[in-house]
């Protein structure tokens, strides 16, 4: 339920940036900042849930999909991070950089990417879906209350 917030965020820095450069308006460069802000944020808050999920569903550790989906999310958050600390030393009114531009559609890139196999650990695999008792292997859910 937490993982639309950071990807609406991040993306959204891409189009803010794009229309900051194109209308020259100062107000979508410090939009794009928020957005950042707004998408590292909410990213560390799912990612906390997600690590939770991964590490209690061996099931999500046996996936490829769950590796790259597990191990791309925070690349991610620390390209945002990286984008919003090259925003920081700028002037109001400055407009984003190619730098930053970059780093904007990178980030848009990777949850394209980490989107894709969080959407397979849980459409395909049915990973972290109420209702499927396979979430667990029989060993284990002999120890589950």
Do not use: C
């Not at 965020?9 to 308006?25: I, K, M, N, S």
């Not at 920081?88 to 980490?114: H, K, M, Q, Y």
């Amino acid at each position: 339920m937490l993982i639309p917030f950071p990807i609406t965020f991040l993306t959204a820095a891409v189009a803010t940036d794009v229309a900051a450069r194109t209308t020259e308006d100062p107000f979508w460069a410090r939009t794009s900042s928020w957005m950042l802000g707004a998408g590292i944020v909410t990213g560390l808050l799912a990612g906390a849930v997600g690590a939770i999920d991964y590490y209690t569903i061996r099931r999500a550790r046996e996936k490829s999909v769950g590796k790259l989906h597990a191990y791309g999310n925070p690349l991610a958050i620390a390209l945002a991070a990286a984008n919003l600390a090259m925003r920081r030393n700028r002037r109001p009114g400055d407009l984003p950089g190619s730098g930053e531009i970059a780093l904007s559609l990178a980030t848009a890139a990777v949850l394209g990417v980490t989107g894709w196999a969080g959407a397979e650990l849980s459409y395909r695999h049915m990973v972290g879906v109420a209702g499927h008792g396979d979430q667990h292997t029989e060993e284990e859910k002999r120890y589950v209350p």
